[in-house]
């Protein structure tokens, strides 16, 4: 009688803990070592940058490239290469130009559902009528949201005010356009759609699949949820099975499944990382729903209360510390004349080779960011340690 065979089990997929997910993380994120690649390359590998504030993208781009100088992201924005757009989870992003184009039809869905939260503000308002309106009125000149909120309601005098400005921005891929986010300049908010600032239409709405590969190429390996996360979409699922044959699989340590590009760098978990200054709502922070491969879980939260958020210190890979510039506590602390100091509060224990580590990356980033504005005034930049103190009290 011929012996029974039997097939072998399928194996499980390897574990990756916190650690090394960060690393995989930090080298899609150029946070290993910097990069030589220009700052329009890498605004398009890292899916845009975060930008409710005008200055983040440039730290973002500083922790990143080798020798990046402000002024280059900056020639961008004024040559149209980039923009400044709600795109990912309803905030402002930069984003290439191609992107701004693409990008926007995929989280048209998340603009919609955001839509809805406000009818009860808008009713009597014909959203396609409001969308041939606004767009009239935006393209026309750049209008400040005042502006047309002040237009919309002469059209619709029985809405409510901010329910109309939400509507403007849903309806419409509006962009922030220049002075606004130029290095060392400032202007206020004034907007046009992103098909009359670059001067051709929008791409047809793509199917998130490319996009999947794109976003495990910057914050991989990473599971459905965690690009749900990150792209304030939902339904995503499909996508990830349709690309299962090329992907490769891992779980975590609670047992999610994890995809990844099967070329894509994964670090040694005990490779060396530099301390990195990130600002306020960097996408590695922000870039997946369990984030503790960047953030241990001790220290969830205490880098923001809301939407009032600090600016980051990795140290060893994971978050260590909160900066600012200037002195908390005094008229100089984050404004004008502050530049020089950054304060840096530990959330717990640094060694001394870490805070002389700390300090010495400071210091770069000041050389770079916050330049003594006289040529022949020597420089005052200095970091200074203090305990953690919550900078919002």
Known sequence: MAAKTHSAAPASPPVLPPRALGRATLARQLLLRRSPMSAKDA??????LQAQNTKPPYHQLFARLEGFDPAELSGLMESREVVRIV?????????????????????????????????????GVDPDRLAALGRELVEARPRTPKEIREALLAEWPDADPQALT?????????????????????GQVAL???EHWLGRPAEPTPTPDATVLRYLGAFG????????????????????????PQLTTFRDENGVELFDLPDAPRPDADTPAPPRFLPEFDNVLLGHADRTRVIPPQYRGRNGNGNQAYGTVL???FLAAIWRFGVPGTKSGGKSGGEGIVTVQALGKLSRAERDAVTEEGLRMLATMAPTMAPTQAPTHDIRFAPFIDFGQ
Not at 43 to 48: C, N, Q, Y
Not at 167 to 176: E, G, K, N
Not at 228 to 243: D, K, S, V
């Open 43 to 48: 605004v398009g590998h890292l899916v845009g």
């Open 87 to 123: 795109t990912l989870r309803s905030t402002i992003h930069t984003h290439t130009a191609d992107d701004a184009l693409t990008l926007r039809p995929l989280v048209q869905p998340a603009r919609d559902r955001e839509l809805k939260m406000f009818r009860n503000g808008l009713v």
């Open 221 to 244: 390996p990473a599971s459905v949820k965690d690009m749900q996360t990150w792209a304030g979409l939902t339904r995503l699922r499909e996508a990830f099975e349709r690309l299962r």
């Open 192 to 194: 046009t759609t992103a």
């Open 315 to 317: 140290v060893d890979g």
């Open 166 to 186: 939400v509507a403007a921005r849903c309806v419409l891929p509006l962009v922030q356009v220049t002075p606004r986010g130029l290095w060392g300049r400032s």
